[in-house]
């Protein structure tokens, strides 16, 4: 009788009120989430769950605390592939429920009715097998492996299949949780966590400071922990665990820079963990839980100003809150701009100045790729009907950083600095749309004296970059080039000083001397005495390899296999498979290898790469 059962909960939900109007109505749609926080919003979860591996599965009650704006008698979830077994209020009592009819990657509505007293709705759930926040790794596919290993990765719009939730990155809860996983794994999550394993595997977490759903986070596995100072330390499998500790060990210095510009840390602790080879990113700003990609561990930490840049996030996220993905670029502007600023302050000017300099570099190629392919690469895009895990890019970023630093130029550095640390130490972390957010500050930031309309808003929603950017030069690799000339006119590179270079500056030689034709044969020589097929830098490595598919130097096809079998990083595994696949001579390549590894990629890397391909 289930037409009935409705015909009563819809004549019910005509004479349920509200109980209190506590939150302020004023919150921007967001085109990928279901849920109506202008009416209800979940501002407090209680989620109590336990990790089956053998089924991959989360099977989990989650108790979400409820705050009215607005006579409401519905709560609305976002959901994804969730099996819902029954949904309960406050103490116990039943209430009506319906998941929508899922709609491609946005997933399914759940409806709950309330009661006009009702404070808390109780969700019991499964997550199902294709479960798109997750990834279940098998022991064979970790580092050490001994055991398999579970970690989510919740942006853009991915926690909902694994808690169901207002999956908008403006709405933001504070959480505890009690987790059961198999003993012998530990499980760590974006709260507090416990550094030693529990033998019963039974864990328990807390973050009371409110967070985005997609940066609710949760990891399992054989997973071991090592200090660095009392409110730092490193969470990774045992056999990378001493190595990571030495790679990453300048986060609490890189902590203290930052204190000295933008105040004191806002998270009481934060700790790294490093993820198995299929993390598709190369570091998630998971709240007191950094993520970080094994392949940031390149043995002499050439890659860890991407630790800066999650960092970063955690002053940069008290400014402002992003009211949709369309919005997303508010979210990196300061970010970029923190982390470019305790870079210099860790490394000093004239290496923060060859990071730009690398920045724009990579900025332009991405936008002449861009062209040629008629993809758009404005900060604020308009994404209804769009996934936004694939539309949000490497230039996104890089233009973040060089709006930034064109404002920089025009405010001063100080002036900018007392800017953005007032707004971290007022903590109002308001909702913005790229609209109000411009419009807020008009007579600051985007007054017509720093910037003139026409430039500012070439910035926000064209593809090129405005007419008066300015490309800063960079010192060093102004002798960079100098090289990179003499040696594309044939000069042996033995003869040229080269000594003392940093990774950074062989990639912006690499860059440089991709003009017109290179004979394999030099690309070998280069190879022989530089070792890049070799390098522990995986940003390199990945350059070099784009060179040498451009240049038809094959001989290096099966280190390149090597690396698509064992990267998952999403932004390298597409600028390899890119240039495989533009060369005609290795499409097959290209085709044979993403079906031979894809599995082991993570979702969101496999979905862009089948992208790429025309799968
Ligand atoms: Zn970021």
Redesign the pocket.
């Given at each position: 009788m289930k037409w009935l059962k409705w015909l009563i909960f819809i004549l019910a939900w005509g004479f349920v009120g509200c109980n209190g109007l506590n939150q302020d109505k004023n919150i921007p749609g967001d085109p990928h989430s279901f849920s109506q926080p202008n009416k209800v919003l979940a501002t407090h979860l209680h989620w109590e769950g336990s990790v089956d591996f053998e089924r991959k599965q989360i099977q989990a009650k989650a108790s979400w605390l409820l705050s009215y704006a607005a006579a409401a008698d519905t709560v609305v979830f976002d959901t994804y592939g969730l099996t819902i077994d029954s949904v309960r209020l406050d103490d116990n009592q039943s209430t009506f429920w319906k998941l929508d009819v899922p709609q491609a990657f946005l997933g399914s509505a759940l409806r709950i009715a309330l009661k006009p007293s009702t404070q808390m709705v109780h969700i019991y759930y499964r997550t199902g097998s294709q479960a798109r926040g997750l990834q279940w790794l098998e022991a064979q596919q970790t580092a050490d492996k001994q055991h398999p290993f579970l970690f989510s990765q919740g942006q853009a719009i991915l926690t909902r299949s694994w808690l169901p939730c207002q999956d908008s990155p403006a709405l933001r809860f504070s959480f505890d949780a009690e987790l059961s996983v198999p003993p012998g794994l530990k499980a760590v999550m974006s709260a507090s966590n416990q550094a030693q394993m529990q033998p019963s595997g039974r864990y328990s977490f807390s973050n009371k400071k409110p967070i985005p759903s997609y940066l609710f986070a949760l990891a399992v596995g054989d997973i071991h922990f090592k200090a660095f100072d009392e409110r730092t330390g490193v969470f990774a499998e045992k056999s990378k665990l001493e190595q990571a500790w030495q790679e990453f060990a300048n986060l609490p210095p890189m902590i203290r820079a930052a204190e000295r510009l933008y105040g004191r840390m806002p998270w009481e602790r934060l700790d790294l963990l490093v993820l198995p080879p299929s993390f598709p990113f190369g570091g998630m700003?998971n709240p007191m839980l950094m993520y970080v990609a094994p392949s940031l561990i390149a043995g002499d930490r050439s890659l860890t100003n991407l630790v800066a840049?999650?960092l970063?996030?955690a002053w940069s996220d008290q400014i402002l809150r992003h009211a949709s993905w369309e919005d997303f670029w508010l979210?990196?502007f300061f970010?970029?701009y923190i982390e470019r600023r305790i870079i210099e302050e860790m490394e000093g000017p004239a290496y923060a100045e060859m990071m730009l300099a690398l920045n724009n570099l990579e900025l332009e190629r991405n936008l002449a790729q861009a062209k040629t392919n008629h993809q758009p690469t404005i900060l604020a895009p308009k994404l209804l009907g769009k996934d936004p895990d694939l539309v949000l890019s490497a230039a996104t970023?890089q233009k973040c950083t060089a709006f930034m630093m064109q404002l920089e130029s025009k405010l001063g550095k100080k002036e900018l600095d007392q800017w953005i640390k007032k707004q971290i130490a007022e903590g109002k972390n308001q909702i913005h749309t790229t609209n109000t957010f411009v419009d807020q500050h008009q007579n600051s930031l985007f007054a017509t004296n720093v910037f003139e309309s026409d430039i500012r808003d070439a910035w926000l929603y064209q593809n090129e970059l405005p007419r008066n950017y300015e490309r800063k030069p960079s010192a060093r690799f102004a002798s960079v080039e100098a090289v990179a000339s003499i040696w594309q006119q044939g000069e042996d590179i033995r003869n040229l000083p080269t000594g003392g270079w940093s990774v950074y500056e062989w990639i912006y030689f690499l860059r440089a001397v991709n003009h017109g034709q290179i004979d394999p044969q030099r690309l070998h020589a280069l190879d022989a005495l530089i070792g890049f097929s070799q390098s522990g830098n995986v940003e390199l490595k990945s350059v070099w390899f784009q060179l040498c598919l451009q240049h038809h130097y094959l001989e290096v096809l099966p280190e390149i296999e090597n690396m698509v079998a064992n990267t998952g990083r999403r932004k390298i595994l597409i600028a390899i498979y890119k240039a495989l696949w533009n060369n005609p001579i290795t499409k097959d390549e290209a085709l044979l290898w993403f079906n031979n590894y894809q599995q082991r990629y993570h979702p969101v890397a496999r979905s862009s790469i089948a992208q790429l391909l025309g799968k």
């Amino acid at each position: 009788m289930k037409w009935l059962k409705w015909l009563i909960f819809i004549l019910a939900w005509g004479f349920v009120g509200c109980n209190g109007l506590n939150q302020d109505k004023n919150i921007p749609g967001d085109p990928h989430s279901f849920s109506q926080p202008n009416k209800v919003l979940a501002t407090h979860l209680h989620w109590e769950g336990s990790v089956d591996f053998e089924r991959k599965q989360i099977q989990a009650k989650a108790s979400w605390l409820l705050s009215y704006a607005a006579a409401a008698d519905t709560v609305v979830f976002d959901t994804y592939g969730l099996t819902i077994d029954s949904v309960r209020l406050d103490d116990n009592q039943s209430t009506f429920w319906k998941l929508d009819v899922p709609q491609a990657f946005l997933g399914s509505a759940l409806r709950i009715a309330l009661k006009p007293s009702t404070q808390m709705v109780h969700i019991y759930y499964r997550t199902g097998s294709q479960a798109r926040g997750l990834q279940w790794l098998e022991a064979q596919q970790t580092a050490d492996k001994q055991h398999p290993f579970l970690f989510s990765q919740g942006q853009a719009i991915l926690t909902r299949s694994w808690l169901p939730c207002q999956d908008s990155p403006a709405l933001r809860f504070s959480f505890d949780a009690e987790l059961s996983v198999p003993p012998g794994l530990k499980a760590v999550m974006s709260a507090s966590n416990q550094a030693q394993m529990q033998p019963s595997g039974r864990y328990s977490f807390s973050n009371k400071k409110p967070i985005p759903s997609y940066l609710f986070a949760l990891a399992v596995g054989d997973i071991h922990f090592k200090a660095f100072d009392e409110r730092t330390g490193v969470f990774a499998e045992k056999s990378k665990l001493e190595q990571a500790w030495q790679e990453f060990a300048n986060l609490p210095p890189m902590i203290r820079a930052a204190e000295r510009l933008y105040g004191r840390m806002p998270w009481e602790r934060l700790d790294l963990l490093v993820l198995p080879p299929s993390f598709p990113f190369g570091g998630m700003e998971n709240p007191m839980l950094m993520y970080v990609a094994p392949s940031l561990i390149a043995g002499d930490r050439s890659l860890t100003n991407l630790v800066a840049h999650e960092l970063a996030h955690a002053w940069s996220d008290q400014i402002l809150r992003h009211a949709s993905w369309e919005d997303f670029w508010l979210n990196e502007f300061f970010t970029n701009y923190i982390e470019r600023r305790i870079i210099e302050e860790m490394e000093g000017p004239a290496y923060a100045e060859m990071m730009l300099a690398l920045n724009n570099l990579e900025l332009e190629r991405n936008l002449a790729q861009a062209k040629t392919n008629h993809q758009p690469t404005i900060l604020a895009p308009k994404l209804l009907g769009k996934d936004p895990d694939l539309v949000l890019s490497a230039a996104t970023y890089q233009k973040c950083t060089a709006f930034m630093m064109q404002l920089e130029s025009k405010l001063g550095k100080k002036e900018l600095d007392q800017w953005i640390k007032k707004q971290i130490a007022e903590g109002k972390n308001q909702i913005h749309t790229t609209n109000t957010f411009v419009d807020q500050h008009q007579n600051s930031l985007f007054a017509t004296n720093v910037f003139e309309s026409d430039i500012r808003d070439a910035w926000l929603y064209q593809n090129e970059l405005p007419r008066n950017y300015e490309r800063k030069p960079s010192a060093r690799f102004a002798s960079v080039e100098a090289v990179a000339s003499i040696w594309q006119q044939g000069e042996d590179i033995r003869n040229l000083p080269t000594g003392g270079w940093s990774v950074y500056e062989w990639i912006y030689f690499l860059r440089a001397v991709n003009h017109g034709q290179i004979d394999p044969q030099r690309l070998h020589a280069l190879d022989a005495l530089i070792g890049f097929s070799q390098s522990g830098n995986v940003e390199l490595k990945s350059v070099w390899f784009q060179l040498c598919l451009q240049h038809h130097y094959l001989e290096v096809l099966p280190e390149i296999e090597n690396m698509v079998a064992n990267t998952g990083r999403r932004k390298i595994l597409i600028a390899i498979y890119k240039a495989l696949w533009n060369n005609p001579i290795t499409k097959d390549e290209a085709l044979l290898w993403f079906n031979n590894y894809q599995q082991r990629y993570h979702p969101v890397a496999r979905s862009s790469i089948a992208q790429l391909l025309g799968k």
